[in-house]
């Protein structure tokens, strides 16, 4: 899967935007988007938001998690714990970089978010490196693991699907199939 | 993140080959000791260091391991392979010691794929050897994922020389999914660039009708 897949999955998520035109309510296949007043809150779809921010047409309000105090909070919650921490939205990565890409000017201190999150990231990416690490030298054959975002599952995926594969190559060396000792397949 | 227009064969499974798999054909070039138990008529040309007609009984040998699976036979009246130095006793102690040291490319850059095709010849080791393969290879995860998945944009030859082929194999993947992150944070991946095939074809780039 490309990252770019999973930020597409992300524009999914709602957030609240304060528009500046009036609509009618628009009803589309995947869900009704509230009638638009300007200058009154409404909830719609990532996608729309960023396309109305492009086109100036709204002011994007910053979602609840977006805020120093609590990201520090919750970074150094993440440091403490061995054990992923809830995350602040399941696309936190994605939403945070559209987000101060497409509207850093309605969020404050856009920069410090943009290094808090990073900090979380790659503290829970850590984790996710030591866990997939006890989890092959145990030769464990299930893992369950908590709280993971798309993104993080995606950036180890395909390591960690081929290297088991590989010791699953390896580990069939010790039992061969009755038949298959002692004769070999003419082509 | 760029596809490929074609998927090549992986190596087989444990200690089967796969026909088509280049990396097992290659793998197959690997010469091993073998002695004959019965006598060659008229082929003593392959044995340079001779120059007897014949190959008699109990020549000492190294054949490709192409041709020792083929003439290897349980009743065992053709060929007798011994083991390669590196998955002989002496060097299984120092595998389980540190695997981490050992510079895998020059042991065969095809350690684990022989070491599996060595089982088919019924050595009184084989479990030994099987077992050392796989802890070789746990020992040594840790370091390949963290060198495959931390190593941006910089020169990775000294990581990869000391890596068996299905090492590097990994290595390339766990670098494929870190460009493509790192790709998509710096904003490339909405970035639209001519697709590879089309540059390698030179027919569609402006420059080159302009002229």
Request: hydrophobic content about 35%; charged content about 25%; proline content about 6%.
């Amino acid at each position: 899967m490309d990252p770019a897949e999973v930020e597409f999955l992300a524009e999914k998520e709602t957030v609240k935007i304060i528009p500046n035109f009036s609509l009618d309510k628009v009803y589309l296949i995947g869900g009704d988007l509230g009638p638009f007043n300007p200058g009154l809150p409404v909830d719609v779809p990532v996608w729309l938001a960023l396309n109305l921010k492009q086109r100036q047409k709204c002011r994007i309000v910053p979602p609840a998690w977006m805020d120093v105090d609590k990201l520090e909070e919750m970074r150094d919650l993440e440091r403490k714990e061995d054990a992923f921490m809830p995350v602040p939205s399941p696309h936190y990565m994605e939403l945070t970089k559209l987000l101060l890409n497409y509207a850093s000017d309605n969020i404050p201190k856009a920069d410090e978010i943009r290094t808090l999150v990073k900090d979380i990231w790659d503290t829970r990416v850590a984790k996710l490196r030591l866990s997939a690490d006890s989890f092959i030298t145990q030769a464990e054959a299930h893992a369950k693991l908590d709280n993971l975002t798309l993104m993080e599952i995606n950036t180890i995926r395909s390591f960690f699907l081929d290297s088991l594969n590989c010791m699953y190559k390896l580990r069939s060396n010790m039992q061969p199939s009755g038949d298959s000792k002692g004769h070999f397949n003419d082509y | 993140m760029d596809t490929q227009s074609y998927l090549p064969v992986q190596p087989g499974v444990g200690m089967e080959e796969n026909f088509l798999s280049l990396d097992d054909i290659l793998l197959s070039q690997e010469r091993l000791p073998a002695r004959t138990e019965c006598a060659f008529p008229r082929l003593g040309f392959l044995e340079k260091s001779t120059d007897n007609p014949d190959i008699v009984e109990g020549t000492k040998m190294e054949l490709p391991l192409w041709l020792s699976k083929g003439l290897y036979d349980r009743k065992r009246r053709v060929l007798s392979v011994e083991l390669p130095k590196v998955y002989r006793e002496g060097w299984r102690t120092v595998f389980n010691a540190d695997p981490n040291v050992v510079d895998l490319h020059k042991m065969g850059p095809y350690y684990y794929g022989l070491g599996s095709q060595m089982l088919h010849f019924d050595c009184p080791e084989n479990t030994e050897i099987g077992q050392t393969l796989l802890q070789t290879f746990i020992g040594r995860f840790r370091r390949n994922m963290d060198s495959s998945q931390n190593a941006y944009n910089e020169d990775t030859s000294a990581l990869v020389e000391r890596l068996d082929t299905l090492e590097k194999a990994l290595f390339r993947s766990g670098q494929s999914g870190l460009n493509s992150f790192q790709s998509w944070e710096k904003g490339q991946a909405s970035q639209i660039t001519a697709s590879a095939l089309v540059l390698n074809y030179r027919k569609r780039k402006i420059t080159d009708m302009q002229q």
